[in-house]
Nanobody, 122 residues
Framework: QVHLVESGGGLVQAGDSLRLSCAAL????????MGWFRQAAGKERDFVAR????????NYADSVKGRFTISRDNAKNTVYLQMNSLKPEDTAVYYC???????????????WGQGTQVTVSS
């Protein structure tokens, strides 16, 4: 497992942008596929985006395609989620996750961060 810490959440208005960061403490992120999930109040945790070890493969949920961008800096042991054109329906707790498999999912993730709240007002 790897200790992950998210930051960058906050309260913004619709149309604004935010950048989330996920840092690994004490270990390198480079062996892992990294990703972001989100969980709105009363709902299941949903996949948002994932990026493989070198960034060669990136996948997004349909709901965020064209608005969100995932990236990673292995030298800084950090993964980012740039969120543009935010909508009220993007409001959720956002979680960073790591997996040893390229197909990072809710079930294959072996490490999770504590989450960071993103609230988008209309």
């Amino acid at each position: 497992q790897v200790h992950l810490v998210e930051s960058g959440g906050g309260l913004v208005q619709a149309g604004d942008s935010l950048r989330l960061s996920c840092a690994a403490l004490g270990r390198t992120l480079s062996p892992y596929t990294m990703g972001w999930f989100r969980q709105a109040a009363g709902k299941e945790r949903d996949f948002v985006a994932r990026i493989t070890q070198t960034g060669a493969t990136i996948n997004y949920a349909d709901s965020v395609k064209g608005r969100f961008t995932i990236s990673r800096d292995n030298a800084k042991n950090t993964v980012y989620l740039q969120m543009n054109s935010l909508k009220p329906e993007d409001t959720a707790v956002y979680y960073c996750a790591a997996s040893t498999t390229p197909l990072l999912s809710r079930t294959t993730a072996h490490s999770w961060g504590q989450g960071t709240q993103v609230t988008v007002s209309s």
